[in-house]
């Protein structure tokens, strides 16, 4: 009994180090490869159609990265001539937007607020928030 040792060899020292660090691997995408939408997304072909109280935009999302998006969040604010923040209105696209794939988006504003009907005001559209495949 005194020669009995408990402790591990070399060999499976090289056997459990490796299944360590892999396990490691899906914690460290989440964290250092998750991606940005907005700067993975392009947002072009933007138009507004007015009618009495309603206000259309719609647009084309282009996802020039390498990540498959979901959920993406579409984010319209109004500025008045002098720069002067009116409102806001968020819309998120149910559909997966995968690499290099487009996607068209509408955002509807019913506003009671006619000060965004008026003439000169800007439409800003961005995207606001997505969320990446991560494998």
């Known amino acids: 009994m005194e020669n009995l040792n408990m402790s591990w060899g070399k060999k499976q020292w090289f056997l459990i180090i490796p299944i360590v660090l892999l396990s ?3 914690l ?7 991606g940005d939408p907005t700067s993975d997304m392009i947002i ?10 309603t206000i259309d935009i719609t647009g084309l999302i282009t996802n020039a990265g390498r990540h498959e998006w ?15 923040f009116l409102d806001e ?8 937007i995968k690499p290099d794939a487009k996607e068209r988006f509408k955002v509807s504003i019913f506003s009671q607020d006619e000060r965004l009907l008026e003439e000169g005001v800007d439409t800003r559209v961005k995207i606001a928030g997505g969320r990446a495949s991560l494998f």
Not at 70 to 84: A, L, P, Q, R
């Open 24 to 26: 490691y691997l899906p």
């Open 28 to 34: 460290a995408k989440m964290t250092f490869f998750k």
């Open 44 to 53: 072009s072909d933007i138009k507004s159609i007015t009618n009495r109280s």
């Open 70 to 84: 979901t959920s993406v969040t579409v984010e319209v604010e109004f500025f008045d001539k002098n720069g002067i």
């Open 89 to 96: 209105k968020s819309e998120y696209l149910r559909s997966s």
